[in-house]
């Protein structure tokens, strides 16, 4: 009997013990996921320290050479501020001493008033150039620059002045009779030269070149006591198919060959202008080509200013040449009255200037105008082209 019940008091400890160890695992493994817990969050605290950390070692570091970037582009900006502020001041400084020298430069200026009795007319000359005791000469090697001097002499008797018009600037000696150059345009036959002839004025006749249409033109310039040559250029608008005409796309070999055959035919020919030519002559590469073959040959290019954006004096002024050009046109129509109004208006050029240039051509009305001319002609002398080439 008490064997049975030790027996079974054994099994219910036993049984109690069982239940207590398996309560305590069960504590155990409850408690686990806790720990996990707490374990997860150092590990994220430690990691997300030590990221800090390095983020801001490194980025620290890259802020630093942008702020000393910035340090060294405002000092660039305050140096260039610096220099510009130096040159403000150097330039003012210069500024200053200009006018100084100026001032001083004026206060040894001198206003001078000159009278001289030429032909029993005084002459009062005022300037606000101090002029030496003798009077400068002009020099005729710079017969093609502005007048910058004055020279008045009792010798020459001439009055030596400064005028400006179409399209350029001249400056010459003035002749005691102003002079008046008419180009007679468009000569071809016996019969022009025989009426340019009857009017008693030196007309400068303008050949056409030798052609099929006009053979006999070489023949007529060995009577002639001058003459220039009328050489057809392509135009805008009217061609002519009956004579060889210079065209803005020939080459410079086929300019040539034109103009050495015209050098032929005209051994003692110096002058040229154009006939038609508006096309021609607007194309500066045109232009150059032309003119450096005339070079070659030894003519002078007279424009006659068929257009008014001729490139003529432009290239011209580029190689250093005079630039002879038309001032008047008498005949654009057979009007007896518009054409003495034409040449009435060459004539106040010519007085204006000390010369002038108009063209006209062989026909009826042009040359009864200039047949009864003598009123209108009075106070100059027509010349010409030759006479007055060196006043340009």
Do not use: W
Request: one cysteine or more; aromatic letters at 8%.
């Amino acid at each position: 009997m008490k064997k049975n019940i030790n027996k079974k008091i054994g099994q219910s400890i036993k049984k109690r013990f069982g239940s207590s160890k398996k309560s305590s695992k069960t504590q155990k493994t409850s408690n686990r996921p806790f720990l996990g817990l707490f374990i997860l969050l150092i590990m994220c605290f430690c990691a997300g320290f030590f990221t800090y950390k390095g983020l801001d070692f490194i980025f620290k570091d890259s802020v630093d050479k942008k702020s000393e970037l910035t340090n060294l582009a405002n000092l660039e900006i305050k140096e260039s501020n610096n220099a510009k502020n130096l040159n403000l001041q150097k330039n003012r400084s210069n500024l200053e001493n200009k006018s100084k020298n100026l001032k001083e430069k004026n206060n040894y200026k001198e206003v001078i008033s000159a009278s001289i009795n030429t032909n029993k007319e005084d002459i009062s000359i005022n300037s606000n150039i101090k002029l030496d005791n003798n009077l400068t000469e002009i020099s005729k090697n710079s017969l093609d620059e502005n007048f910058k001097n004055i020279n008045s002499s009792e010798k020459n008797k001439q009055n030596t002045q400064y005028f400006t018009h179409n399209y350029t600037q001249i400056g010459k000696f003035r002749d005691k009779i102003p002079k008046l150059v008419i180009i007679i345009d468009d000569v071809a036959s016996y019969n022009h030269i025989s009426e340019i002839k009857k009017i008693n004025l030196k007309l400068t006749p303008s050949l056409m070149p030798a052609s099929s249409d006009f053979p006999n033109t070489p023949k007529i310039a060995k009577n002639l006591d001058f003459y220039m040559i009328h050489l057809p250029l392509e135009a805008l608008k009217y061609n002519s198919n009956s004579i060889k005409t210079l065209k803005v796309n020939d080459s410079f070999e086929e300019i040539s060959k034109e103009i050495y055959k015209i050098r032929q035919d005209f051994p003692n020919a110096k002058f040229i202008n154009n006939h038609t030519g508006s096309k021609f002559t607007s194309n500066k590469k045109a232009v150059i080509k032309l003119l450096d073959v005339l070079d070659k040959y030894g003519f002078i290019f007279v424009d006659s200013k068929t257009i008014s954006n001729s490139k003529v004096e432009e290239v011209l002024k580029s190689k250093n040449q005079k630039y002879i050009f038309r001032d008047v046109f008498l005949d654009n129509t057979q009007n007896l009255k518009d054409i003495e109004n034409e040449l009435n208006k060459a004539v106040q050029i010519a007085k204006k200037r000390g010369f002038a240039i108009a063209i006209g051509h062989p026909k009826k009305q042009t040359l009864k105008v200039l047949k009864n001319s003598g009123d209108i002609l009075k106070g100059v002398e027509v010349v010409y082209l030759k006479d007055i080439y060196e006043r340009y």
